[in-house]
C-alpha cells in the first residue's frame, strides 16, 4: 500500500469515527457542547454542523472551544460560541 493510500486510509476511517461518535453521543438534549482540538476535532465538528442545519440539535445550542481551532470551527458553522471563562 502505497504511503498517500495509507494516509487516505486513515483520513477516512477517523471521519467514519467521528461522525459515528457524533451521531451517537450528541443529540438535542444537549445545551452545552464542548469543543476539543485534535486532528479529528474537524471531522466532528463537520458533522455537528450538519445536524444543526438540518435543524436535529437544540436550536440555542452553545458551544465552547478548547482552542483557536475549535473557535474558527464554530465561526465558520454560524453557530454560538462562548468562552471557557463565561
Avoid: W
Amino acid at each position: 500500500m502505497s504511503t498517500a493510500n495509507s494516509v487516505n486510509l486513515i483520513e477516512t476511517s477517523k471521519r467514519l469515527a467521528a461522525r459515528s461518535a457524533v451521531d451517537k453521543h450528541v443529540t438535542s438534549e444537549i445545551k452545552i457542547l464542548g469543543v476539543g482540538s485534535g486532528s479529528t476535532v474537524v471531522y466532528a465538528f463537520e458533522r455537528v454542523a450538519e445536524l444543526y442545519k438540518e435543524n436535529l440539535l437544540n436550536p440555542n445550542l452553545l458551544c465552547v472551544p478548547t482552542s483557536f481551532q475549535a473557535k474558527q470551527l464554530i465561526i465558520e458553522a454560524g453557530l454560538r460560541s462562548s468562552d471557557l471563562d463565561e
